[in-house]
């Protein structure tokens, strides 16, 4: 491989020189969602728990002059000097008291380590904390009212479309909007972009992909007026349309492969939901009922089984989160299971943070406790928690085909009926088998030669336990006394699991000399799955079987070795006796023929239902109470099941015998809510322009954004409704407007008057998310593998701790691990897989220069893009650096880059690869590479 010396200073240098096209980036610097999220889960409950009692503002008597209900409370402090100082945890005096290294605070007792664990990393994190004072709290509780007041609460309104002035610009509704607001600013769009910008735009936009030198090609040779709309539709029937708008829904459905936290889980088939993501994005299912699906779609009926395979997979959308599944106070983690679904359900439907209202009544937004516990009595009333030491979260098996399903039933049925007769026919057995005469020796009584280890993990079995021994010379003998000489049935007792031997050796001696067989100890024993029958014998007067391990596999088994006499040699039996014995005899032949008809049931059974990630009615359904301060422990006064007051929409009855799902699915989904249409159309707007009419995609509270253009978020919400709630006719709109086909370069006098371009006079600059990085990249050099959908985390895999991520598929397809990500996908951004995300940061770091200059990722990726290139030995330099480009960003290289580049190339070198290798690294690593404009 090369090494980075001199070739790649050049790449570095070409990168800088050549390529940089002076657009500098500023980092986001919006408020760290995450960070709130920790403090509202983490923090503040214990504040309230533990502390206003001596340090609120409403405390009888505030306790060394410090009050911890606000932020500034904390941080201006008390008598003794400021509480908190953000960032650096050992000066703060809140964590030392915590400590108990000088002040002891709670006075009560210390808190758990994990809990002053959170507290510091609280404070490494800068103390992020949203209580300023602003909090809209009515005396004696929320005022309704007064909150349906704030814009998102309001019915969406049918505005007529305006008049601008210069209407001839605009190219639909959308654009006369635009306009209008432009003209009462006193601004002028931006030209509208080439055809070359366009189209990478929205190839990106649309596909996350980058276009083809054919697909350029045949744009800029379509002279027709319908030119750029076929290319919109044609992108729009793309499977990769699927992919790159249904990666957008999995950030705000918080989906991950693992589930995080302490012993972090694989999840296993969550990539399913991701698959049911990109077929709904493709298929254009409508919104509402892709809404529906993912709350309730376990409770909807279907006409087949691909439609009941969908709707199930569905509800992985509440099951998917970040849980600790060991936490041992399983009512603590049923709550939080079910506080996260609350919270990611108002999040990404309602882009409302009802999670805030667990201990309390929402500090900003008209969200009283009881409408957050009316939501918990619904998620409470489903089943999403299998318990155990480390609990598990639910499975349930997909739909099948009708005759599928009818097979299956049909193999179903006869197995009940074969495992029913052998059940009988066992009890039958057993109870002979004890009115005749029978010698047993358990594994205490043997002869053991060699290491044999005593075990009771695995039942049933003899007495008190068994043993076993595996790849030695060890040996176990039993001798069995026999009362009389005579014809005796022989049996051995023994555990059956995978690791058992297949290939148990046993030998028994018996009068007519050794009989030796292999046992598969696998495999459980036919007589009441305790005995193996080994054959009958003809004994003088005592009975000797041997288990030697050596030449066997697997861990041979020893439990209890039993003679039961068929036939004394001496005749003296009764009639009677001779008869339970020949009944014996029969029944254990029938025995084998039942256990080899299952067995035969067994090998021919029709392939089972997949077994899917999903959630489920609860056996115990009903109303739940006010957890007094978020406590589970403590519980208030019941609250009937039901959803958000504030919403002025009537709210549908629960039955008694339903968790409330379907009819809160059914609510979000109603076009008469006012938030659930247009938060879903300012998540579009925001993906085709960079940000949101509101800006807060995540958040339209009170503490989120105003839009900047009411009228036309409610156009767009009506539109949506009309269109059946169609996400590719409101996508095909959008980018068909005048508006978002504007240039990025809006000129001095805009960028004065509007520096955040919140107007909208031309089109934002915008970095490519890492995932369409990622695979510009293998689509460069030409290893982008394109098959969709499946299973892509590596088979036998058990924890994401150190997992090695393959090459080829696209970015949608590589695990994401909440402790384990693609470093490409860590460096550009990726959002934390713990939160429900709409909006990613942006970021210009330095790292993510280091990591295109040194990665061996991109180093490997540009070593295969320059054989590319040269694979064809008929090309000049100029010719194979005219294709890079074209390839790269879309365009020809200037007559600069074209200097610098072929000067570069010129310079002696041994190995053209290296050279071209590090000159396509250097395209890589461009600002002109990762962002569209």
Same mark, same amino acid.
């Given at each position: 491989?090369?090494?980075?010396?001199?070739?790649?200073?050049?790449?570095?240098?070409?990168?800088?020189?050549?390529?940089?096209?002076?657009?500098?980036?500023?980092? !986001?610097?919006?408020?760290?969602?995450?960070?709130?999220?920790?403090?509202?889960?983490?923090?503040?409950?214990?504040?309230?728990?533990?502390?206003?009692?001596?340090?609120?503002?409403?405390?009888?008597?505030?306790?060394?002059?410090?009050?911890?209900?606000?932020?500034?409370?904390?941080?201006?402090?008390?008598?003794?000097?400021? %509480?908190?100082?953000?960032? +650096?945890?050992?000066?703060?005096?809140?964590?030392?008291?915590?400590?108990?290294?000088?002040?002891?605070?709670?006075?009560?007792?210390?808190?758990?380590?994990?809990?002053?664990?959170?507290?510091?990393?609280?404070?490494?994190?800068?103390?992020?904390?949203?209580?300023?004072?602003?909090?809209?709290?009515?005396?004696?509780?929320? !005022? &309704?009212?007064?909150?349906?007041?704030?814009?998102?609460?309001?019915?969406?309104?049918?505005?007529?479309?305006?008049?601008?002035?210069?209407?001839?610009?605009?190219?639909?509704?959308?654009?006369?909007?635009?306009?209008?607001?432009?003209?009462?600013?006193?601004?002028?769009?931006?030209?509208?972009?080439?055809?070359?910008?366009?189209?990478?735009?929205?190839?990106?936009?649309?596909?996350?992909?980058?276009?083809?030198?054919?697909?350029?090609?045949?744009?800029?040779?379509?002279?027709?007026?319908?030119?750029?709309?076929?290319?919109?539709?044609?992108?729009?029937?793309?499977?990769?349309?699927?992919?790159?708008?249904?990666?957008?829904?999995?950030?705000?459905?918080?989906?991950?492969?693992?589930?995080?936290?302490?012993?972090?889980?694989?999840?296993?088939?969550?990539?399913?939901?991701?698959?049911?993501?990109?077929? %709904?994005?493709?298929?254009?299912?409508?919104?509402?009922?892709?809404? $529906?699906?993912?709350?309730?779609?376990?409770?909807?009926?279907?006409?087949?089984?691909?439609?009941?395979?969908?709707?199930?997979?569905?509800?992985?959308?509440?099951?998917?989160?970040?849980?600790?599944?060991?936490?041992?106070?399983?009512?603590?983690?049923?709550? !939080?299971?079910?506080?996260?679904?609350?919270?990611?359900?108002?999040?990404?439907?309602?882009?409302?943070?009802?999670?805030?209202?667990?201990?309390?009544?929402?500090?900003?937004?008209?969200?009283?406790?009881?409408?957050?516990? %009316?939501?918990?009595?619904?998620?409470?009333?489903?089943?999403?928690?299998?318990?155990?030491?480390?609990?598990?979260?639910?499975?349930?098996?997909?739909?099948?085909?009708?005759?599928?399903?009818?097979?299956?039933?049909?193999? *179903?049925?006869?197995?009940?009926?074969?495992?029913?007769?052998?059940?009988?026919?066992?009890?039958?057995?057993?109870?002979?088998?004890?009115?005749?005469?029978?010698?047993?020796?358990?594994?205490?009584? %043997?002869?053991?030669?060699?290491?044999?280890?005593?075990?009771?993990?695995?039942?049933?079995?003899?007495?008190?336990?068994?043993?076993?021994?595996?790849?030695?010379?060890?040996?176990?003998?039993?001798?069995?006394?026999?009362?009389?000489?005579?014809?005796?049935?022989?049996?051995?007792?023994?555990?059956?699991?995978?690791?058992?031997?297949?290939?148990?050796?046993?030998?028994?001696?018996?009068?007519?000399?050794?009989?030796?067989?292999?046992?598969?100890?696998? +495999?459980?024993?036919?007589?009441?799955?305790?005995?193996?029958?080994?054959?009958?014998?003809?004994?003088?007067?005592?009975?000797?079987?041997?288990?030697?391990?050596?030449?066997?596999?697997?861990?041979?088994?020893?439990?209890?070795?039993?003679?039961?006499?068929?036939?004394?040699?001496?005749?003296?039996?009764?009639?009677?006796?001779?008869?339970?014995?020949?009944?014996?005899?029969?029944?254990?032949?029938?025995?084998?023929?039942?256990?080899?008809?299952?067995?035969?049931?067994?090998?021919?059974?029709?392939? +089972?239902?997949?077994?899917?990630?999903?959630?489920?009615?609860?056996?115990?359904?009903?109303?739940?109470?006010?957890?007094?301060?978020?406590?589970?422990?403590?519980?208030?006064?019941?609250?009937?099941?039901?959803?958000?007051?504030?919403?002025?929409?009537?709210?549908?009855?629960?039955?008694?015998?339903?968790?409330?799902?379907?009819?809160?699915?059914?609510?979000?989904?109603?076009?008469?809510?006012? &938030?659930?249409?247009?938060?879903?159309?300012?998540?579009?707007?925001?993906?085709?322009?960079?940000?949101?009419?509101?800006?807060?995609?995540?958040?339209?509270?009170?503490?989120?954004?105003?839009?900047?253009?009411?009228?036309?978020?409610?156009?767009?919400?009506?539109?949506?409704?009309?269109?059946?709630?169609?996400?590719?006719?409101?996508?095909?709109?959008?980018?068909?407007?005048?508006?978002?086909?504007?240039?990025?370069?809006?000129?001095?006098?805009?960028?004065?008057?509007?520096?955040?371009?919140?107007?909208?006079?031309?089109?934002?600059?915008?970095?490519?998310?890492?995932?369409? $990085?990622?695979?510009?990249?293998?689509?460069?050099?030409?290893?982008?593998?394109?098959?969709?959908?499946?299973?892509?985390?590596?088979?036998?895999?058990?924890?994401?701790?150190?997992?090695?991520?393959?090459?080829?598929?696209?970015?949608?397809?590589?695990?994401?691990?909440?402790?384990?990500?693609?470093?490409? &996908?860590?460096?550009?951004?990726?959002?934390?897989?713990?939160?429900? *995300?709409?909006?990613?940061?942006?970021?210009?770091?330095?790292?993510?220069?280091?990591?295109?200059?040194?990665?061996?990722?991109?180093?490997?990726?540009?070593?295969?893009?320059?054989?590319? &290139?040269?694979?064809?030995?008929?090309?000049?330099?100029?010719?194979?650096?005219?294709?890079?480009?074209?390839?790269?960003?879309?365009?020809?290289?200037?007559?600069?880059?074209?200097?610098?580049?072929?000067?570069?190339?010129?310079?002696?070198?041994?190995?053209?690869?290296?050279?071209?290798?590090?000159?396509?690294?250097?395209?890589?690593?461009?600002?002109?590479?990762?962002?569209?404009?």
């Amino acid at each position: 491989m090369l090494s980075f010396g001199r070739s790649n200073l050049a790449a570095a240098v070409l990168a800088a020189s050549i390529l940089w096209t002076g657009h500098v980036v500023a980092a !986001d610097g919006e408020v760290d969602d995450a960070g709130l999220a920790f403090f509202e889960k983490r923090i503040r409950p214990v504040l309230v728990e533990q502390c206003y009692s001596c340090h609120a503002v409403d405390a009888k008597s505030v306790r060394g002059g410090l009050v911890v209900d606000s932020r500034d409370g904390l941080l201006v402090g008390g008598d003794s000097g400021a %509480a908190i100082v953000p960032g +650096k945890p050992d000066e703060s005096l809140l964590i030392e008291a915590l400590r108990y290294e000088s002040y002891e605070m709670p006075p009560k007792g210390k808190l758990p380590q994990p809990v002053i664990d959170d507290f510091v990393k609280w404070v490494e994190m800068g103390a992020p904390d949203p209580r300023d004072g602003q909090a809209k709290v009515a005396e004696g509780g929320i !005022d &309704l009212e007064q909150g349906r007041q704030h814009w998102s609460f309001q019915p969406v309104k049918r505005h007529p479309v305006p008049a601008p002035q210069s209407a001839d610009w605009a190219a639909g509704p959308i654009d006369r909007f635009i306009l209008d607001r432009l003209e009462q600013e006193g601004l002028q769009p931006a030209a509208d972009a080439d055809r070359r910008t366009l189209l990478r735009r929205v190839t990106f936009d649309l596909t996350g992909l980058p276009p083809t030198p054919a697909e350029i090609d045949a744009f800029l040779a379509d002279d027709s007026p319908d030119a750029f709309e076929k290319v919109v539709d044609r992108l729009l029937d793309s499977p990769h349309f699927g992919e790159r708008w249904g990666r957008h829904w999995l950030d705000v459905a918080r989906f991950a492969e693992s589930t995080g936290g302490g012993r972090s889980l694989l999840y296993q088939v969550s990539w399913q939901y991701r698959d049911y993501v990109v077929r %709904a994005f493709n298929e254009d299912k409508p919104f509402d009922r892709f809404i $529906i699906e993912q709350i309730a779609g376990d409770l909807l009926p279907y006409d087949d089984a691909v439609q009941g395979r969908d709707q199930l997979v569905a509800t992985a959308f509440l099951a998917l989160g970040p849980h600790n599944y060991e936490n041992q106070d399983k009512e603590q983690l049923r709550m !939080d299971v079910i506080d996260e679904q609350i919270d990611v359900t108002g999040r990404a439907f309602l882009a409302l943070t009802i999670g805030c209202a667990r201990c309390h009544d929402h500090k900003f937004d008209p969200v009283p406790t009881a409408d957050y516990y %009316a939501l918990a009595g619904i998620f409470r009333s489903t089943n999403s928690l299998v318990d155990g030491n480390v609990s598990r979260w639910v499975s349930r098996p997909l739909p099948l085909p009708a005759e599928q399903q009818r097979q299956l039933d049909e193999h *179903n049925r006869a197995v009940a009926r074969v495992t029913k007769e052998l059940k009988a026919r066992s009890s039958e057995l057993e109870q002979l088998q004890s009115q005749l005469p029978a010698v047993t020796v358990d594994d205490d009584k %043997a002869t053991l030669t060699g290491e044999w280890t005593p075990s009771t993990s695995i039942g049933p079995f003899v007495a008190r336990g068994y043993r076993h021994a595996k790849n030695s010379n060890a040996t176990a003998t039993f001798r069995l006394t026999l009362p009389r000489a005579g014809r005796y049935a022989v049996r051995i007792a023994y555990t059956a699991s995978a690791n058992r031997s297949p290939n148990a050796r046993v030998r028994v001696h018996y009068a007519g000399g050794v009989d030796e067989l292999q046992v598969n100890q696998q +495999k459980k024993p036919t007589l009441d799955g305790l005995y193996f029958p080994l054959g009958e014998y003809v004994f003088d007067g005592e009975a000797v079987v041997e288990f030697p391990v050596e030449n066997t596999t697997g861990h041979v088994i020893i439990d209890a070795v039993q003679a039961v006499c068929l036939e004394p040699a001496d005749g003296e039996v009764a009639k009677e006796l001779a008869e339970r014995a020949e009944q014996a005899r029969a029944l254990e032949e029938t025995i084998t023929q039942l256990q080899q008809s299952l067995q035969e049931l067994e090998e021919n059974k029709p392939p +089972k239902a997949v077994e899917v990630m999903a959630v489920e009615e609860a056996d115990e359904i009903g109303d739940y109470a006010i957890c007094i301060r978020g406590n589970v422990h403590k519980l208030g006064d019941r609250v009937p099941r039901g959803f958000l007051s504030v919403i002025p929409i009537e709210q549908p009855a629960i039955s008694d015998d339903s968790s409330g799902r379907l009819e809160l699915a059914r609510w979000i989904a109603h076009p008469d809510n006012p &938030l659930t249409p247009r938060v879903a159309v300012n998540r579009i707007w925001h993906h085709l322009f960079g940000q949101g009419i509101v800006r807060t995609v995540d958040n339209f509270g009170v503490p989120g954004e105003l839009p900047s253009h009411p009228e036309l978020l409610d156009y767009l919400a009506s539109q949506l409704i009309d269109s059946g709630w169609s996400n590719k006719q409101m996508v095909r709109e959008i980018v068909l407007s005048r508006t978002y086909r504007l240039s990025s370069d809006r000129g001095e006098r805009a960028i004065a008057a509007d520096a955040e371009n919140r107007w909208l006079a031309g089109q934002n600059r915008r970095r490519l998310e890492a995932e369409a $990085i990622y695979d510009s990249v293998l689509s460069l050099s030409g290893q982008l593998d394109r098959q969709t959908g499946g299973d892509t985390v590596r088979p036998g895999t058990r924890s994401e701790y150190g997992y090695r991520f393959d090459t080829g598929r696209r970015a949608i397809y590589l695990p994401v691990f909440r402790n384990r990500l693609h470093d490409l &996908l860590t460096v550009f951004d990726f959002p934390n897989p713990n939160l429900s *995300n709409g909006r990613r940061k942006v970021t210009t770091l330095a790292t993510q220069a280091l990591f295109l200059m040194n990665s061996p990722f991109i180093w490997e990726q540009s070593r295969l893009t320059a054989e590319r &290139l040269l694979a064809d030995e008929s090309l000049t330099d100029s010719e194979r650096l005219a294709q890079l480009y074209q390839w790269a960003l879309g365009r020809e290289p200037s007559s600069a880059e074209r200097e610098l580049a072929l000067k570069y190339l010129a310079a002696d070198s041994a190995d053209p690869v290296e050279m071209w290798g590090t000159l396509c690294q250097a395209v890589i690593a461009s600002v002109d590479f990762r962002y569209v404009y």
